[in-house]
């Protein structure tokens, strides 16, 4: 995370926050906050929450949670029937509408979802990217999402992380 954090920072703005937190429990300060957030090729969890799929929705209200009420999360994503995840693939009947039905209930829009361009994915600088071979061997998709309308500016939260 540290390597990560220094190149990004070089690239970045200048008042780039890195956390290491889990998106299930994001540390109070940070809710409300983020004018941009960015989730590059996330597995597990990050993963399951980036496609609101997760368990009572936790993590995909963690990172609704951090975005400022104007604010942008984008998340580069990439999953195929053979990963064994059992996750619905983006380019399924249907999983386009389910994900943002899905996102609408965790307080978010889907505002764009598309293929990611060859581009994207190496500006990305990920090395999960290139292990995967995102844009060559398999489909990456690139997800906009921002605050649904009628949403609070701050979420309502039951101290603990949660969302009440």
Do not use: H, K, Y
């Not at 400022?68 to 994503?77: E, F, R, S």
């Amino acid at each position: 995370m540290a390597d990560a954090s220094r190149r990004a920072s070089r690239r970045g703005p200048a008042n780039a926050l890195f956390v290491v937190a889990a998106a299930e429990q994001i540390p109070p300060e940070l809710r409300g906050v983020a004018d941009e957030l960015t989730i590059d090729f996330p597995w597990g969890s990050l993963l399951r929450g980036a496609l609101a799929l997760d368990d009572a929705a936790e993590a995909a209200r963690g990172i609704a949670s951090m975005l400022a009420p104007a604010g942008l999360a984008t998340a580069i994503v990439s999953i195929e029937d053979r990963d064994g995840l059992g996750l619905p693939r983006l380019d399924a009947d249907g999983a386009c509408e389910a994900l943002r039905d899905r996102w609408l209930a965790a307080g978010l829009e889907v505002c764009d979802l598309r293929r990611a361009t060859a581009d994207e994915i190496a500006a990305t600088s990920s090395s999960w990217a290139r292990r995967l071979g995102a844009g060559r061997d398999r489909l990456a998709w690139r997800l906009e999402l921002r605050r649904a309308a009628g949403q609070p500016d701050r979420p309502v939260t039951d101290g603990v992380g949660g969302r009440r």
